[in-house]
């Protein structure tokens, strides 16, 4: 059984999210060994906010994050850059990574200010959802949602259409 790990900075706060990424763990639970690793974002100020104040906060959001990687994983961020994949194109992915011998399956959700760039270096893999954007705490679902799609591909099952 494969292990698929979550890191996401912050927790979903809005009900409706958290009852749809709380029904995918549920389904994800008989399919993988899934953990979620929620590590509380930088706090920052709402007036004077400037790029500086990012970054540092990036910063240090990177530190608890890379500590947080599980040993021999393959690491996919979510990056308004990176790759753009089917869901067909993704469940590959995660099959052939098992099969190379990554042990975790890890993907990483940065606070809505983005993931610094010590993050993105340390990635296997920058993955993007889409051009357009979306709510930091939706992104989460959407990650949710796109494992279990993709691990339900990889067994065969009716869920994907």
């Known amino acids: 059984m ?3 790990t979550i890191i996401a900075l912050g927790k979903v706060q809005k009900g ?9 763990i549920k389904r994800l639970r008989p399919m993988c ?5 929620e590590l509380d974002d930088e706090p920052l100020p709402e007036k004077n906010l400037n790029q500086t104040l990012i970054d540092r906060a ?17 690491v996919i961020t979510l990056c308004i850059e990176g790759k753009q994949l089917s869901s067909e194109d993704l469940a590959k992915t995660i099959e052939q990574k098992g099969i190379e011998g990554y ?8 606070s ?6 010590k993050v993105k270096q340390a990635s296997h893999m920058r993955l993007s959802f889409s051009k357009m954007t979306f ?8 990650a949710l949602e796109q ?15």
């Open 2 to 4: 494969q292990n698929i």
């Open 58 to 74: 990036l910063d240090k959001e990177s530190v608890k994050i890379l500590a947080s990687i599980p040993k021999q994983s393959y």
């Open 16 to 24: 409706y999210l958290s009852d749809g990424c709380n029904e995918f």
């Open 103 to 110: 042990s975790n399956i890890c993907l990483i959700i940065g």
């Open 112 to 117: 809505s200010h983005g993931l610094s760039e």
């Open 147 to 161: 494992i279990y799609r993709a691990l339900s591909i990889n067994a065969g099952s009716k869920y994907h259409k």
């Open 33 to 37: 060994n899934f953990k979620l690793i």
């Open 135 to 142: 709510p930091h705490q939706l992104a989460r679902l959407i």
